[in-house]
């Protein structure tokens, strides 16, 4: 369960099909984390999948486009934790990572309550500022996923509540 860091909690889960990649992202949106969010994998492993449910746990009802193309789409959700940003990018088209600074992409991260969800970070790794967390997807068959999420945290007491809500909610999956 723990790493040998002992500030980080992780977690794997073994996702049979869409249905529990959306479980998964309902119970991680009940935590409201805030920081900012890695999430790899190969390309259709369920990055924009696992984000499209996580907004519409949190309220969001209209579309959510991959933001392949533009960078970053912005969301400005109405929660049961007050308003909460969320801005999902995809930097697999980032060309040099100081377009990130020209769309103010470092401003986000100073938002109260706002998450920051990154696909393809690994295309920008000297500039962002390290993960609050991760999720690791690896795509085991058409709908089959195992998947490792990973929280920094330095605060062992929310580590511990956080370890037990999702332990607790997600014990089919692990
Ligand atoms: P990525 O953003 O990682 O490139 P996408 O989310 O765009 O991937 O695509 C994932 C594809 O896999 C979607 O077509 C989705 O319907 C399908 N899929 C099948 N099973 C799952 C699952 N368990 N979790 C997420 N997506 C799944
Ligand atoms: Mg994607």
């Known amino acids: 369960m723990n790493t040998a860091n002992s500030q980080a909690f992780q977690l794997t889960l073994r996702l049979k ?3 529990d990649t959306q479980r998964f992202a309902e119970a991680l949106a009940a935590l409201n984390p805030a920081g900012s969010l890695w999430l790899s994998g190969d ?3 369920g990055k924009t999948t696992f984000t499209r449910y996580f907004l ?3 309220g969001h009802d209209g ?4 933001p392949t193309y533009t960078l970053v789409e912005p969301y400005r959700l109405a929660t049961p934790f007050g308003e909460k940003p969320v801005y999902h990018a995809d930097l697999y088209r980032l060309q040099d990572p ?3 600074e020209f769309i103010g992409f470092f401003e986000y991260f100073d938002e109260p309550n706002a998450l920051v969800i990154i696909e393809w970070a690994s295309r920008a790794l000297d500039v962002l500022p390290k993960p609050d967390w991760q999720i690791d997807i690896l795509k ?3 709908e089959a996923r ?3 999420l990973t929280c920094h945290d330095g605060n062992q007491q929310s580590l511990q509540t956080l370890t037990q809500t999702l332990t607790q909610t997600l014990a089919e999956l692990m």
């Open 17 to 19: 099909n869409e249905a």
């Open 56 to 58: 519409r746990a949190l």
């Open 98 to 100: 100081e377009e990130l």
């Open 63 to 66: 579309a959510v486009k991959s």
């Open 43 to 45: 390309l259709g492993a």
């Open 146 to 148: 195992s998947v490792m």
């Open 140 to 142: 085991q068959g058409d």
